[in-house]
C-alpha cells in the first residue's frame, strides 16, 4: 500500500501582526536608535545642503574650509540666490547611501517596519508587496551606477582636506577643522571602498581566483575590500556623522559662534 507524503511549508518564524513576535531580547532597540540618528542626520544635512545658505545667507566657505556638502563648488556665482550650489552635486553622495543595501536593510527596519526586526512580524498590508521586482524600489538596482560616481566628490573632499592644512597662504595650518576634515574624508572613503557593489565588481563574475596573474590581483584586492565590508555598517554610520559634524563646524565658524584652534607652521 503507498501512502501519500506529506508536504510540510515552511511557516516561518515570524509570529503574524506588526510587532508580534517570539522573541525575548530587546530587539527594537538597534532600530530604534538608528531611527533616530538617521532623521536627525538627514534632517540637518537637507536643511544645511538645500535651505541655510539661500534662506539665511550663512556662508559654507569660511577661512579656508569648504563645508563638505558643497564639494565640488560648482558655478556659485552663476545660480540664483534661492537655489543652493549644493543642489548641484548633493544628489550624488544622497543617491549612494539611499540605495546603499546596509541602509536600505535599515529604513527598511525603522521606517517602513518591513519587517521591524528578523523574526517579528510585519504589517498585513505588505502582502501585496513587490519588494525591489517593480517600481519604485527597483530603482534601487542602480546604485552600483551611484558608486561610481561617489568616486567624483570623494576626490575632491580629499582635495579640499589637504587644502585645509597646506593651502592656506602663510604656511602649513594644523585646525581642528583640518583634523576634522581628514577623519571625514577617511571615513568616506572606508564606506565607499566598503560597499557591497564595489566588492563585486572586483571579485565577482570569476570562475577562477588563481589561473591568470590579473584574475590573483583581482583577488587580492577583493580580500582587502572584504576585511573592509565585514565593517560596512560601522563605515556607514561613522561616516555618516562625521560628514554632519563637518559641515556643522564650518557654519558655526561662518557664524561666528566658535574659534578653528589651530597651530601654524
Ligand atoms: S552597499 Fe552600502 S555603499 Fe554600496
Request: include cysteine; charge should be positive.
Given at each position: 500500500m503507498t501512502t501519500t507524503p506529506t508536504v510540510l511549508k515552511p511557516a516561518g518564524t515570524a509570529a503574524r501582526g506588526l510587532g508580534r513576535t517570539n522573541r525575548r531580547d530587546t530587539w527594537w532597540v538597534a532600530p530604534g536608535i538608528q531611527a533616530v540618528l538617521f532623521t536627525v542626520c538627514a534632517t540637518y544635512l537637507f536643511f544645511s545642503g538645500i535651505v541655510w545658505n539661500p534662506l539665511f545667507g550663512t556662508p559654507y566657505l569660511v577661512d579656508g574650509y569648504l563645508s563638505p556638502l558643497f564639494s565640488p563648488l560648482l558655478f556659485p556665482d552663476a545660480l540664483p540666490r534661492f537655489i543652493s550650489p549644493g543642489l548641484l552635486i548633493l544628489w550624488v553622495p544622497l543617491g549612494f547611501r539611499a540605495t546603499c543595501y546596509y541602509y536600505r536593510k535599515a529604513y527598511y527596519r525603522f521606517y517602513f517596519a518591513d519587517p521591524p526586526g528578523c523574526a517579528v512580524g510585519e504589517p498585513s498590508v505588505h502582502r501585496g508587496y513587490k519588494m525591489e521586482t517593480a517600481f519604485p524600489f527597483i530603482l534601487q538596482n542602480i546604485h552600483r551606477y551611484f558608486l561610481y560616481l561617489a568616486f567624483i566628490p570623494l576626490t575632491f573632499l580629499w582635495i579640499d582636506a589637504f587644502g585645509a592644512v597646506f593651502g592656506q597662504s602663510g604656511g602649513v595650518r594644523v585646525g581642528l577643522g583640518g583634523v576634522l576634515f581628514f577623519v571625514n574624508v577617511t571615513l568616506l572613503t572606508g564606506y565607499s571602498l566598503s560597499c557591497h557593489s564595489l566588492r563585486h565588481v572586483v571579485?565577482?563574475?570569476?570562475?577562477?581566483?588563481?589561473?591568470?596573474r590579473r584574475q590573483q590581483v583581482r583577488y587580492g584586492l577583493w580580500q582587502r575590500l572584504t576585511d573592509l565590508n565585514r565593517h560596512h555598517m560601522a563605515w556607514a554610520w561613522a561616516s555618516l556623522i562625521s560628514v554632519t559634524l563637518a559641515d556643522l563646524y564650518v557654519r558655526l565658524l561662518a557664524l561666528g559662534v566658535i574659534a578653528d584652534p589651530a597651530i601654524r607652521l
Amino acid at each position: 500500500m503507498t501512502t501519500t507524503p506529506t508536504v510540510l511549508k515552511p511557516a516561518g518564524t515570524a509570529a503574524r501582526g506588526l510587532g508580534r513576535t517570539n522573541r525575548r531580547d530587546t530587539w527594537w532597540v538597534a532600530p530604534g536608535i538608528q531611527a533616530v540618528l538617521f532623521t536627525v542626520c538627514a534632517t540637518y544635512l537637507f536643511f544645511s545642503g538645500i535651505v541655510w545658505n539661500p534662506l539665511f545667507g550663512t556662508p559654507y566657505l569660511v577661512d579656508g574650509y569648504l563645508s563638505p556638502l558643497f564639494s565640488p563648488l560648482l558655478f556659485p556665482d552663476a545660480l540664483p540666490r534661492f537655489i543652493s550650489p549644493g543642489l548641484l552635486i548633493l544628489w550624488v553622495p544622497l543617491g549612494f547611501r539611499a540605495t546603499c543595501y546596509y541602509y536600505r536593510k535599515a529604513y527598511y527596519r525603522f521606517y517602513f517596519a518591513d519587517p521591524p526586526g528578523c523574526a517579528v512580524g510585519e504589517p498585513s498590508v505588505h502582502r501585496g508587496y513587490k519588494m525591489e521586482t517593480a517600481f519604485p524600489f527597483i530603482l534601487q538596482n542602480i546604485h552600483r551606477y551611484f558608486l561610481y560616481l561617489a568616486f567624483i566628490p570623494l576626490t575632491f573632499l580629499w582635495i579640499d582636506a589637504f587644502g585645509a592644512v597646506f593651502g592656506q597662504s602663510g604656511g602649513v595650518r594644523v585646525g581642528l577643522g583640518g583634523v576634522l576634515f581628514f577623519v571625514n574624508v577617511t571615513l568616506l572613503t572606508g564606506y565607499s571602498l566598503s560597499c557591497h557593489s564595489l566588492r563585486h565588481v572586483v571579485g565577482g563574475r570569476l570562475d577562477c581566483f588563481s589561473c591568470t596573474r590579473r584574475q590573483q590581483v583581482r583577488y587580492g584586492l577583493w580580500q582587502r575590500l572584504t576585511d573592509l565590508n565585514r565593517h560596512h555598517m560601522a563605515w556607514a554610520w561613522a561616516s555618516l556623522i562625521s560628514v554632519t559634524l563637518a559641515d556643522l563646524y564650518v557654519r558655526l565658524l561662518a557664524l561666528g559662534v566658535i574659534a578653528d584652534p589651530a597651530i601654524r607652521l
